[in-house]
Structure formats: structure tokens, C-alpha cells
């Protein structure tokens, strides 16, 4: 009979379907993205998805969906899609990803800008390191090593030859290809220029043997560098993946990575309230934000929990994994759309900065 439901997981993913006389609609939540922040639980306007035990499976102590979405309940409208920052969460119409909401009705998407100058990019590897979502992709050409500056560099050659010094020995010739001496039949008038040095900048990198070896100090060389040494191919930021933490604009050594939140608001922490020995929140906070400070010296007490504002994204999944009482508080105040906000959209976002903060589980 239909309409028929189903809820099964499979391939790391809680998937829910609803099955029509000539319709299969699907939401699959990704166990791996699903970070359990609980955006999608305020989105849901049929109020179809519930918390799962987000710091459990997070210690690794369940395999289970963080969320727990109710077919029944489930609308299909695809909004949980729409406005999870961490891209796990899939509406299919029979078997292709789609968003009807968009096409019909209109509602604004989450506006993630985050990019990669490639003029100051030095395609070094710290944006990549840091990056707690691998969003991340360098597409740099390898390098032969031991010729990694020469094979990228772009520079002229200042070579000076000191005729009056030189002998025409041939020495530089023999150590190097860029130097050739074109010799001439002696006489007795030029016994002391029989030859004539040809140089092939083409042929030389600067590494200055020549100046080395020659007997009489004849030769100068000098570099200009024309171009900084940039090693070739692009670093650019998976706005898919990409969550807007900013580590990547934070590291950055050329200021080259540009990040604008995509939540913005306020966290505070009371400590006095956490468990003894509880790091739940450090665990699951998907931007690594959360840290508790390294005991330095034996016998000093471990510092209390902190964050850093610059990468928290105000997700909430260190509120919803916190087994604890008003441990935490959190308030967003801006969310990044585009689009036009809609009645619908308009609701959700009331709901999104309402304060939150944790509340003690039940066992
Ligand atoms: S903002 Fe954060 S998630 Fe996005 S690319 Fe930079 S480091 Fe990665």
C-alpha cells in the first residue's frame, strides 16, 4: 500500500524513504559528515529529526546515525539539505539528488565564500595541513628534486667575461655546456688569442662552478630573479567541503585564503560546570575550536577548556554532545544565505539564534 516508509543504513548512510504510487523520495544522512550539531533538527519544519547519542558515537562507543530522522514525519522537502553546513545530508526524487524547494517554492542557500588568491598563493602545504575537513585541493605539479628552484624560477643570466684576464684555457668549457671556445689556427702574432669563449645562457643556471673554477677570475655571473619562484599548478578551496572555520586564512603565510562564516555569533564557557576528566566536546567539535590546554610541568592541574573564536563556526554539536548542565552557551547572530529569504526561512533562522546550551541527558 502506499504511501510506504522505510528507514534502514547502509553504506554508512541512515537512509529514509518514502515510496508513492509513482514516486521514490529519499534523505540519506552521511554517518561520516553528520557532526550531530543539530542545524538540521531546528531546519526541520516537520520537526522529523531527533538528537542521537552524538558524543557516544563520537568516541567511537556506537555506530549510529548522530540524527535520527522519522520517515513518517519527514516531508521530503529537502531544507535539512539545504542548511547543513557539513554537506551530509541528500534529498533524492527517485533515485537523483534534487531539491524541488529551490525549483518551486524558492529558499535562500548557505552562502560559503571562501577562496584562494592564486596571485598570492605560494602553493606551500599549511592551508592543507590544517584543514580539519579536507576541503583542500592542491593540484601542484611535482618537481625533480635537487632542481626544484631552477625548474620554476624565471630569471636572467648577468655574465661578464674579463677579456683582458682571460686565457682562453678552456676550463670553464670543460665544467660546463654553456661555455664553448671556438679556437682559431695559431700564428705567431696571436699565439695569446687563438680562441674566442661562447656563452649560452640558455645553458646555464647560475650555479657559478665557472666563476669557481676559473684560474684567472675572469668570469662574473649574477642571477636576477624576474618572476618570485612559484611552483606551478593551484591550491583552491572544496566550497562543498569547506565548512568556513578559517584555519586556512589564519595560517596562511601570504594572506592569500579568504573565508567569510557562514554562522556567526557568540560562545561562552562556564567550566565550573564540566565533568572531571569529560573532553566530549573537544572530540566532536568538527573545526577543532574546542581544546583543553596542555598540562606543561608534572603537578600542574590540566587547564580549563577554551576556545579560539577565530575557528569556531557556532555549529552547536559541542552543545548537543555535552553530557553536562549549562556548560557552554551559544548564540548566533548572523547566518550567510543567498537568495531570497523566504516566510519558511524566515522561521528557521528564529529558531537557529535562539540561545542554546547543553541540558543533562537522561541515561
Ligand atoms: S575555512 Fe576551514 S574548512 Fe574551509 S578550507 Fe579553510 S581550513 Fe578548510
Known amino acids: 500500500m502506499f504511501p510506504s516508509y522505510s528507514k534502514k543504513t547502509e553504506n554508512n548512510k541512515q537512509v529514509i524513504e518514502q515510496r508513492l504510487l509513482t514516486q521514490k523520495l529519499n534523505l540519506a544522512v552521511d ?26 558515537v563520537s568516541r567511537g562507543k556506537a555506530k549510529v546515525s548522530k540524527v535520527d530522522v522519522d520517515p513518517k514525519k519527514c516531508s521530503f522537502c529537502g531544507v535539512c539539505n539545504i542548511l547543513c553546513p557539513f554537506n551530509a545530508i541528500k534529498l533524492s526524487v527517485d533515485g537523483v539528488e534534487k531539491l524541488p524547494i529551490l525549483e518551486q517554492q524558492g529558499f535562500p542557500v548557505l552562502e ?9 598563493c605560494s602553493r606551500c602545504v599549511l592551508c592543507e595541513e590544517v584543514c580539519p575537513r579536507d576541503a583542500i585541493r592542491r593540484d601542484v605539479a611535482k618537481v625533480d628534486q635537487g632542481h626544484k628552484a631552477a625548474s620554476t624560477m624565471k630569471y636572467a643570466i ?38 674566442e669563449v661562447k656563452f649560452d645562457e640558455k645553458k646555464c643556471d647560475a650555479c657559478k662552478v665557472c666563476v669557481e673554477i ?7 655571473i649574477e642571477r636576477k630573479i624576474i618572476e618570485e619562484p612559484k611552483l606551478s599548478g593551484k591550491v583552491a578551496i572544496d566550497t562543498n567541503e569547506c565548512v568556513t572555520c578559517t584555519w586556512c586564512q589564519v595560517i596562511c603565510p601570504k594572506d592569500a585564503a579568504k573565508v567569510e562564516k557562514v554562522f556567526e555569533g557568540e560562545l561562552t564557557i562556564n567550566t565550573a560546570n564540566c565533568p572531571a576528566g569529560c573532553s566530549t566536546c573537544v572530540d566532536v567539535c568538527p573545526c577543532n575550536a574546542l581544546y583543553l590546554p596542555v598540562v606543561e610541568e608534572a603537578g600542574h592541574k590540566p587547564g580549563k577548556l577554551a576556545y579560539n573564536k577565530d575557528f569556531c563556526i557556532y555549529c552547536g554539536a559541542c552543545i548537543n554532545a555535552c553530557p553536562a548542565d549549562s556548560t557552554i552557551t551559544m548564540k548566533r547572530n548572523k547566518i550567510n544565505v543567498t537568495g531570497e529569504k523566504t516566510n519558511l526561512y524566515n522561521k528557521i533562522e528564529a529558531k537557529l539564534f535562539a540561545e542554546k546550551t547543553p541540558k543533562i541527558k537522561e541515561a
Open 31 to 56: 554517518l561520516d559528515r553528520c557532526t550531530g550539531c543539530g542545524v538540521c533538527i531546528d531546519a526541520c519544519p516537520e520537526e522529523a529529526i531527533t538528537e542521537g547519542p552524538i558524543g557516544a
Open 112 to 120: 560559503k565564500k571562501a577562496k584562494i588568491d592564486d596571485e598570492k
Open 158 to 195: 648577468d655574465y661578464k667575461l674579463d677579456d683582458a684576464k682571460c686565457t682562453k684555457c678552456g676550463i670553464c668549457a670543460e665544467a660546463c655546456d654553456a661555455f664553448k671556445i671556438e679556437y682559431k689556427e695559431p700564428t705567431p702574432l696571436t699565439v695569446k688569442r687563438i680562441g
Open 214 to 220: 676559473c684560474p684567472e677570475d675572469a668570469i662574473s
